[in-house]
């Protein structure tokens, strides 16, 4: 019996793949789990592994070609290897739903959303269920990796499957038509013109999923404070010819706004921590999210480490994830595993917003417009470029002065930024 | 080595029962330097030595007497059945020689160093040791965990002997079989005990001050089986005090009066009576006063959540501190004790600890029963299945009993498991297994389970939740 290999679900407004490269041949034994070959989408690249070991028997898209999300890639048949317990083929491995094509996402949404990540297959997650809260998975039709789990080791028992079937957070995004009924009566307003049912898409159900996940678990709420970009504008008309020059790469206001953060989150550990089970976790690591806006909508790569990087090297990583966010290059693990993140609405003109935690941080930034106001410096009203600055942060481990003193220091860092020369 | 180093040690455990032995085992496989010190002479604590294996050696050898005598109706026969209680006596002996012995070699396998001897904290972090040999020695220990475990709760005015008035030690060694053996005391020591002698042909009579055996056991389950220790002519009288117990030359008389007040006394005479109202935390002179750890009003050695004493670096687990007096409480405690030192996150789920009687049938349990939901106020449902209607238990003949689940009306959590019938210290292993994991009656109902077995009546119990069970 042979097995067929099928484009994955890629992530919201991903339908299609280009095959960058066979890492197989039509004849060579592969084993469960061996990556078959690569794909590029816009946004990200990713493995296609085996779900199965045997003999890879045939190739049906070549390197090149661009195939559909479950689209068969090839086929493997039984080979001497024993067959491993086949994972049962991914959910979207059915005929691909036609999803809005290349639809750019809402980009206005200054929220950064975590990383597009492609669902793994659903049924490699169920196969860990207890029996119960499989059944009620399946039954509603759940996406398990999106169930918080109360058992032993983060378990999901019946009692949290029900819950998730019940608040509707988890539902799962396989392409399961809607009922029937609910498409007809959704068809004949549709035809009207008033309204437009389409179908949401896995990536947006991932976002709502996640969004609300934070809401629902974090306390949140947002302090502001505003900056006065002037300094900071002044040094960079001064210097971003030589730094360009020298670096190759272009002086942005990002670098700076990372150096504050780093500068401001050694000093107020709670805003780089996380809630794991009874315990909280300070890290003494900077991994920053970044947000990069690209033609396909907000991505997040996550800068490692920036608390050991320099302002060159920090603006040299944002700017590679820059082009890897436009050229596609992006992989799952640049999006993963930030421990604050700085969020960006002022690209799209927004004044002031109130970003929404990437769980499980416990401090996201949001950055604004600079905008030309009369302000009051020294009892006489002057015209200065300022900006808005939220922090969104977690009120179950950061205290509100935290939360304002890390705020402030942020604000004092880029007013002032030879602060950040003397670490003062 | 020099005489210092001889004598300091990571850990020093103090009773080697099964808690203390499992946390000694535990910590030197953490990389601790560990002495374990007993005044028994051999390590097992009582469970090993004068508790859980001697009375289970002596139950099984009366349950195969029983077996025996009713072989018949198998179709075996095997003419006259005789008891040589001496030789029972070295049957259960061996039993708790085999099980030391091999205690005291997991504990060199561990390298850990087994003292004899009565230890006595005269500071923190020092111990002096009174040698059974003779003899003194002191040991300094960063840590020390007192693991002295409990003694027979004595009854007030009435002398124990160990001859006609005896405790669960002396009724695990009477030299006769008794005519009639009176027990105070239904709870699990009494009723095990109890049955060991009515299997050998004593009359048994157990006197109870509450109106219930088995307090804390499910009230259904204990009703029920009240009901098959009475079939097998064990005696109840519920409801009464002993006001008085005195031993005489060859038999002892005893006198009650209702629990509930006044009322008219009676006297009972037996030739042998057991004592088994319960037991208290064994904490005599550990030197607890001396350096001052504290105990609450029951005597027992209060402890945080990491089972330190209030003094720094002197622990306590099992039966000195709070909670039932068990051994596999003890153990589980103990390990936690040891990951605790070594720096390991640890702990004890309390909610999940399984009890079983040893008689037959079986008795056991997990979890909460229906009068602690009802007290709790939880909304409860119950799938209760009968032996009776087990494929297995029939051609046993072990069809007495039930397995009886009690889940969550709203969340199907599994809240209680309770049974009753053969091997249910067995068939409850599953039940916890399933708790500790927080599982619903619906998964233990989507387990498959083996045909024909006792544990499909678990399944069956767990179906009946949802009103679905099959043979039924």
């Known amino acids: 019996m042979s097995s067929e290999i099928r484009v994955p679900a890629l992530g919201e407004s991903i339908t299609e793949a280009t095959i960058a490269q066979w890492y197989k041949k039509p004849g060579d034994a592969v084993s469960v789990d061996e990556p078959l070959c690569e794909l590029e989408t816009d946004k990200v690249t990713i493995e296609v592994p085996a779900h199965v070991a045997g003999v890879l028997s045939e190739i049906i898209a070549k390197e090149g070609e661009t195939v559909e999300v479950g689209a068969l890639l090839a086929s493997i048949g039984e080979g001497q290897a024993a067959a491993a317990p086949a994972a049962a083929a991914p959910a979207a491995a059915a005929p691909a739903p036609a999803e809005p094509v290349s639809a750019p996402e809402p980009v206005a949404a200054p929220q950064p959303v975590a990383a597009p990540q492609p669902a793994a297959p659903a049924s490699a997650a169920t196969q860990d269920l207890s029996p119960a809260a499989r059944r009620v ?20 028992t019946k009692e949290d499957a029900m819950q998730a079937a019940q608040s509707g957070t988890a539902t799962a995004s396989a392409a399961v038509s809607a009922p029937a009924s609910a498409a007809t009566a959704g068809a004949s307003i549709a035809a009207s013109g008033h ?29 502001f404070n505003e900056v006065d970009m002037s300094a900071l504008m002044a040094l960079r008309s001064e210097y971003k010819d030589l730094f360009e020059k020298k670096y190759g790469v272009r002086l942005g206001f990002m670098g700076f706004f990372v150096r504050a953060c780093v500068t401001a989150l050694r000093e107020i550990p709670a805003v780089n921590a996380e809630i794991a089970g009874d315990e909280i976790i300070y890290k003494k ?12 909508g907000l991505v997040v790569p996550v800068v490692r480490d920036v608390q050991d990087m320099g302002l060159a090297e920090i603006e040299q990583a944002i700017g590679n994830f820059g082009r890897k966010a436009r050229d596609g290059q992006l992989a799952i693990n640049d999006l993963q595993g930030g421990t604050f993140t700085i969020s960006n609405g002022g690209v799209y003109g927004s004044l002031m917003s109130t970003p929404i935690l990437n769980m499980p941080q416990s401090g996201i930034l949001g950055m604004h417009k600079i905008q030309q106001r009369p302000v009051v410096v020294n009892g006489d009203v002057v015209v200065r470029p300022m900006m808005y600055l939220a922090l969104s942060y977690d009120h ?18 880029l007013e002032t930024p030879e602060r950040l020369l003397l670490d003062i | 080595m020099s005489e210092e180093n001889t004598n300091s040690f990571d850990l020093v455990v103090i009773g080697s029962g099964p808690g203390g032995y499992v946390c000694a085992i535990r910590a030197a496989q953490l990389g601790m330097k560990v002495a374990i010190i007993d005044k028994r002479g051999a390590p097992g604590g009582t469970c090993l030595n004068v508790g859980c294996i001697p009375s289970k050696a002596l139950l099984h050898a009366s349950e195969v007497l029983q077996e025996t005598q009713h ?22 002996q061996a039993g708790i020689d085999g099980n030391t012995q091999g205690v005291t070699f997991l504990l060199k396998k561990n390298k850990v160093e087994e003292i004899h001897g009565a230890a006595r904290l005269t500071a923190p972090g020092d111990v002096h040791i009174d040698l059974l040999d003779g003899g003194q020695r002191s040991l300094q220990a960063k840590n020390i965990v007192i693991a002295t475990g409990s003694e027979v709760t004595p009854l007030p005015g009435i002398e124990i002997d160990e001859d006609r008035i005896v405790s669960s030690t002396g009724a695990l060694n009477l030299p006769s079989i008794p005519k009639h053996l009176v027990i105070v005391g239904a709870g699990i020591i009494g009723l095990e005990l109890g049955s060991v ?13 509450l109106d219930r055996i088995t307090p ?16 097998q002519g064990i005696n109840f009288m519920l409801g009464k005090k002993v006001t008085a117990a005195k031993a005489l030359k060859a038999s002892a008389k005893i006198t009650l009066a209702p629990a509930s007040g006044d009322g008219a006394e009676e006297t009972l005479t037996a030739d042998r009576v057991l004592i088994a109202i319960g037991r208290r935390p064994h904490t005599q002179g550990l030197g607890l006063e001396a350096i001052g750890v504290t105990r609450d009003q029951q005597g027992r050695i209060e402890t945080d959540a990491h089972f330190k004493t209030n003094i720094d670096g002197v622990f306590a687990i099992g039966d000195v501190i709070a909670g039932p007096m068990l051994a596999h409480k003890a153990e589980e405690e103990g390990v936690a004790v040891a990951e605790h030192l070594a720096g390991k996150p640890s702990h004890v789920n309390y909610d999940v600890i399984p009890g079983v009687i040893y008689t037959a049938p079986e008795v056991a349990w997990v979890g909460r029963t229906e009068e602690q939901l009802k007290a709790d106020g939880v909304d409860y449902a119950v799938g209760k299945f009968p032996f009776s209607a087990n494929g297995r238990a029939k051609v046993n003949g072990t069809t007495e009993g039930f397995v009886k689940i009690l889940a969550d009306a709203k ?45 499909e009546a678990v399944k069956e119990a767990a179906l009946a939740i949802e009103k679905r069970a099959l043979h039924m």
Not at chain 1, 137 to 155: C, N
Not at chain 1, 285 to 295: I, L, R, S
Not at chain 2, 216 to 231: E, M, P, S, T, W
Not at chain 2, 433 to 451: G, K, P, W, Y
């Open chain 1, 137 to 156: 998975v399946e039954e509603h039709g759940l996406a398990p990796e999106m169930i918080a789990g109360t058992g032993k080791d983060g378990r999901i």
């Open chain 1, 195 to 223: 309204e437009e049912r389409v179908k949401m898409t896995r990536l947006r159900k991932t976002i709502a999923a996640r969004l609300k996940e934070s809401q629902n678990t974090a306390a949140q709420l947002t302090t």
């Open chain 1, 285 to 296: 690591y900077v991994n920053m999210g970044v947000a990069v806006g690209t033609e396909k």
């Open chain 1, 396 to 413: 179950r481990i950061v205290d509100g002065k935290e939360a304002v003193t890390f705020l402030v220091r942020v604000k004092e860092c």
């Open chain 2, 71 to 92: 072989a018949g109706d198998m179709g075996i026969s095997v003419g006259a059945v005789k008891v040589d209680l001496e030789k029972m006596m070295s049957f259960k």
């Open chain 2, 197 to 209: 002698w009515r299997r050998l042909g004593a009359e048994v009579t157990v006197v109870e001050f």
């Open chain 2, 216 to 231: 804390g056991v499910d009230a259904d389950l204990a009703k029920n089986f009240q009901r098959a220790l009475k079939k």
């Open chain 2, 411 to 455: 969340t199907d959590r599994v809240l209680g498991v309770h049974i009753l019938g053969a091997q249910a210290g067995n068939l409850i292993a599953e039940a916890a297994m399933a708790m500790e994991f927080s599982a619903s009656s619906e998964d233990i109902a989507r387990t498959c389970h083996a045909h024909p077995t006792l544990p």
